[in-house]
């Protein structure tokens, strides 16, 4: 048996200055409960007892965000929290038993629309760098993901054809850098293959066009 409630609720304001800001909450609460007792040959289950609490299910998440647009730029803010959950039926306290710890996060990003088709933007990730035992399934004790920075751009791509404007490519990310702890690592993010598959669609669209004629 699974019940549970839902809230959520945002507010949006317009500034004078063209500023806009977003304000949105949302809260969810779970209750479970196995009404039976029984033997699972999932190994995730195992012995069962009535009354018992489904694993995997937190009792509360809840996740604020703030949203503030000007112009070409917007910043968004986010905390996102998750109470602990146990990984295994059981009753009473959650500590007793094999359980993934209450975490919250904060993220923040950054993006500028330098054109109609092209984003810069900063995404920051945990900036708090919590770390906490999320789970232990199924390869051991797993911890949540460390402070991240990425720096990324992303660009439409267009291409006319026959008078037609198609997309070639929804968004091709070409720098990515993340930041963990005191060392810095920058990479090219699949560049090299989405601009293959962007000549690749661009050739088959050509022989299309060449083959129909003139619309």
Known sequence: ???GAELSGSLQRNFDNDLNLTVSLNYTYTDSEFQESFLSTFSQFGLVRQGDELPYLPESIARAVVLLVKDDWDVLGAVKYKASMREEPGQGPIEQGLYG???TVVDLSAS????????LQLLMTNLADEQKIVAHRPFGARPNRPFSAILRVKYRLKKRLNGASSNILGA???FAGSWKK??????VNSAASSL???ISSTRWLQAQSAAQGPI
């Open 1 to 3: 048996k699974i019940s």
């Open 101 to 103: 710890e209450e975490l």
């Open 112 to 119: 500028w629309h330098f054109s109609e088709s092209g984003t």
């Open 172 to 174: 091709v990310s070409v």
């Open 182 to 187: 005191d060392l810095l690592a920058v990479s």
């Open 196 to 198: 293959c598959s962007c």
